[in-house]
T-cell receptor, first 115, second 108 residues
Framework: EADIYQTPRYLVIGTGKKITLECSQT?????MYWYQQDPGMELHLIHY???????EKGDLSSESTVSRIRTEHFPLTLESARPSHTSQYLC??????????????FGPGTRLTVL | QKEVEQNSGPLSVPEGAIASLNCTYS??????FFWYRQYSGKSPELIMF????GDKEDGRFTAQLNKASQYVSLLIRDSQPSDSATYLC????????FGAGTQVVVTP
């Protein structure tokens, strides 16, 4: 079944740790995205990729980095986590449509808490 | 100015009534428009998309698009308590731009 997966779903870690949030999709999409969302607040795009070896920063400045070595995999890394990184991180993917950008499908999210 | 604007709400709707949500966008080059529903603590899920001017119906949901006025709306008929959520409008012009969302509360 075509889907988009994120692991871990919940993560509680201490300040200064390096973390990687995993995102994989079996939908065959070229485009993938990372959003950050605090409770009750709007989505903020932090990274996106339109294909292998292509990554761009989004609208919200983030200390995280991403990589896109395989089409189906788009991990996000924080080299040194801080309490300000506490948030929900959502991964999404989209295919192409005649308008150029198709609808985005979201993973279940990772809720990160940095102590 | 945000590129996609929505009233943040909350929009309080009696059970069984019609909920009307509005969204405006700034880029006339926008080609396609999407409505997502997001329950608290969950990820957004796609409800509908619309490309052409006019109405598009899917069950209890109707999306309306007016490109000349640069607005898109969502009607939820026969609102149920399970419709209580935040509804996100998104417009596409190269990449998808999301609005901040409108919170809908359906009261029994």
């Amino acid at each position: 079944e075509a889907d988009i997966y994120q692991t871990p779903r919940y993560l509680v870690i201490g300040t200064g740790k390096k973390i990687t949030l995993e995102c994989s999709q079996t939908m065959g999409h070229d485009k993938m995205y990372w959003y950050q969302q605090d409770p009750g607040m709007e989505l903020h795009l932090i990274h996106y990729s339109y294909g292998v070896n292509s990554t761009e920063k989004g609208d919200l400045s983030s200390e995280s980095t991403v990589s896109r070595i395989r089409t189906e995999h788009f991990p996000l890394t924080l080299e040194s986590a801080r309490p300000s990184h506490t948030s929900q991180y959502l991964c999404a993917s989209s295919g192409d449509s005649w308008t150029g950008v198709g609808e985005q499908f979201f993973g279940p999210g990772t809720r990160l808490t940095v102590l | 100015q945000k590129e996609v604007e929505q009233n943040s709400g909350p929009l309080s709707v009696p059970e069984g009534a019609i909920a009307s949500l509005n969204c405006t966008y700034s880029d006339r080059g926008s080609q396609s428009f999407f409505w997502y529903r997001q329950y608290s603590g969950k990820s957004p899920e796609l409800i509908m998309f619309i490309y052409s001017n006019g109405d598009k119906e899917d069950g209890r949901f109707t999306a309306q698009l007016n490109k000349a006025s640069q607005y898109v709306s969502l009607l939820i008929r026969d609102s149920q308590p399970s419709d209580s959520a935040t509804y996100l409008c998104a417009a596409s012009w190269g990449k998808l731009q999301f609005g901040a969302g409108t919170q809908v509360v359906v009261t029994p």
